[in-house]
């Protein structure tokens, strides 16, 4: 597929790291193993690679010899340290771009873009012009770009910066479509919500995981090999005495 792209042509391999082809490789025991530099390696259990292509293939594919001048090369993930250091390096990959979650300032920026129609009025397209007609006579609509842009900077003012992303707060917006004043009046209802649903969600989470896995010096309060922290004090520590009889028990059973 790669040798029969055109010419200056833009690809996007989305969501690089599901295939499996591009985790990361296993710890070898030589010394100038390049992936011994990356302490998180083998964290992830392997994925079944899902291409029937290795990732020898995909970076000669990438840079080798059927690679070409000309072209830009885009991927996506959601899991950048679960990739292979040989697919990331410099020259392979030559700028990384975080998509963080929404500030203050682009909450503004999105609330004007979501409600302006200064671009769209001058469209000859039907279908746009029946939208923007159906905006602007909707209630309380801004009648200039002056007044959106006051109702920009109230709504964003309270939207707290970092916490939702661009698509939840896209799909808020899109709840009322044509009524900017409801979307400012509603923020914190929706807000809330949120954040219920995020905590409700993360209790769920906490359900699932085993919580009654415990070591061998957990009756001393210490957590033992392999145990974490977060699951030792989520079981029960018991009393001094019932400790102490479960030591009296073990030493009758071993005389």
Known sequence: MFSELPTRSIMLLEDIDA???????????????????????????????????????LLNAIDGIISSEGRILMMTTNHVEHLDPALTR?????????????????????????????????????????????KLSSCDYPSSEQELARLAVSFASKIPSGEFSPAQLQGYLLMHKYRPDK??????????????????????????????????????????????????????????????KSVRARSVRAA
Do not use: C
């Not at 004007?112 to 397209?125: C, G, K, P, V």
């Not at 995981?209 to 001393?220: I, R």
């Open 90 to 134: 410099p020259g392979r990959i030559d700028y990384i771009v975080h998509f963080q979650n929404i500030t203050t300032e682009l909450a503004e920026q999105m609330f004007r873009s979501f409600y302006s129609t200064q671009d769209l009025e001058i469209s000859e397209s039907q279908p746009i012009k029946d939208y923007v007609k159906r």
């Open 183 to 244: 979307a400012i009046d509603n923020v914190y209802s929706w807000i809330q919500y949120e954040r219920e649903e995020k905590a409700k969600n993360e209790r769920e989470k906490a359900k699932s995981q085993p919580t009654d896995v415990v070591s061998a010096s957990a009756e001393d309060g210490k957590p033992g090999d392999g145990i974490s922290t977060a699951i030792m004090t989520k079981t029960p520590r018991r009393s001094a005495r019932a400790r102490s």
């Open 19 to 57: 295939t499996g082809l591009s985790s990361k490789r296993g710890n070898k025991s030589s010394g100038n193993n390049v992936d011994s530099h990356f302490p998180n390696q083998g964290q992830r259990p392997k994925e079944p690679n899902q291409t029937g292509v290795s990732l020898s293939a």
